[in-house]
Nanobody, 119 residues
Framework: QLQLVESGGGLVQPGGSLRLSCAAS????????IGWIRQAPGKEREGVAC????????KYADSVKGRFTISRDNAKNMVYLQMNSLKPEDTAVYYC????????????WGQGTQVTVSS
């Protein structure tokens, strides 16, 4: 089965850290750019960070710059989102999205992992 599975979410106090993981099964991430997208209750989805297929290029939303770091390990077929200095406004369901760099291949979404930042 071709799928992405996120993990690592949970409850953390403001100022704390979490590392989210996105694992691919059934396909290799080598030819996919990966994005982390979040959605808070009552709000639209927001792109948080993305990384190119090679890992050589990253982009971040202004709201998380300097606090979040996206990385990937193609050998392990994994992508990570290190989140530091978490704020209550970071509370959301976080999804990873794999977008193919090869024309005609499908994109994939994970089921999401909940991140709650609260004291």
């Amino acid at each position: 089965q071709l799928q992405l599975v996120e993990s690592g979410g949970g409850l953390v106090q403001p100022g704390g850290s979490l590392r989210l993981s996105c694992a691919a099964s059934g396909f290799t991430l080598d030819y996919y750019a990966i994005g982390w997208i979040r959605q808070a209750p009552g709000k639209e989805r927001e792109g948080v960070a993305c990384i190119s297929a090679s890992g050589g290029s990253t982009k971040y939303a202004d709201s998380v710059k300097g606090r979040f770091t996206i990385s990937r390990d193609n050998a392990k077929n994994m992508v990570y989102l290190q989140m530091n200095s978490l704020k209550p406004e970071d509370t959301a369901v976080y999804y990873c999205n794999a977008r193919s760099i090869v024309v005609g291949r499908p994109d994939y979404w994970g089921q999401g992992t909940q991140v709650t930042v609260s004291s």
